[in-house]
């Protein structure tokens, strides 16, 4: 099991080959083992193999094409409409229309997602993981006829591997882990921190392509603006409001 977290690549061609029910219910199994808060277990997994549905759901996605190509798409949902309707039923009145309960949903769901990872890639499957979800909640909302409660809050495409890409640098263990308490970083950290970072070729190439004097530049500027970061972040809002989190 280490060696398969410690080999993770991200996968984003796969073969023609269709995953068997038995494997993918078994991957899915082993997800729901995943911890959860209170074993409230406030989270869905919805499963898209339909060439036409993943077609639909792709440019909510940016059209990135793992979408449609990889055989199966999950998307995983903070999801306490479940709950809340247990309740209701057993005479119990749930308190969960709150920030508070979507973090503790999304943190449901997000062990859940990683389990599946970690146990598809076990037996032989590749991933890849889009960030995209949050960015595109609203419209994935609609097509997946998500009700109150419900949030996507991360996506997975699961296959069989048609690429063998290299693993991507990963900062020093020090970097990230601090003991009995958080020791802030110094300039001087910062500069050793990011060095390798900074002198891979690929990444050299990718700050000389987008005409910026630094990778930091590339994120701030290129990948990861502050107006994109702002409007996402108002529709996410808005999203936790309609979906009774707010």
Sequence with gaps: MLDTLLQHKTIRKYADKNI???LLNQILEAGTRASTTGNMQVYSVIVTRDEEKKKALAPFHFNQPMI?????TLTVCADFNRFNKWCQQRNAEPGYDNFLSFMTAAIDALLVAQNICIAAESKGLGICYLGTTTYMADKIIDLMNLPKGVVPVTTITLGYPNETP???DRLPLDAVIHYETYKDYTPEDINRIYNEKENLEVNKEFVAENNKESL???????RYKKADSEHFSQVLMTVLKNQGFI
């Excluded at 930091?216 to 290129?222: H, K, L, N, R």
């Design 166 to 168: 290299g693993q991507v």
């Design 20 to 22: 068997d029910d038995a």
């Design 68 to 72: 449609v190509n990889a055989p199966v």
């Design 216 to 222: 930091a530049q590339v994120f701030t500027d290129v």
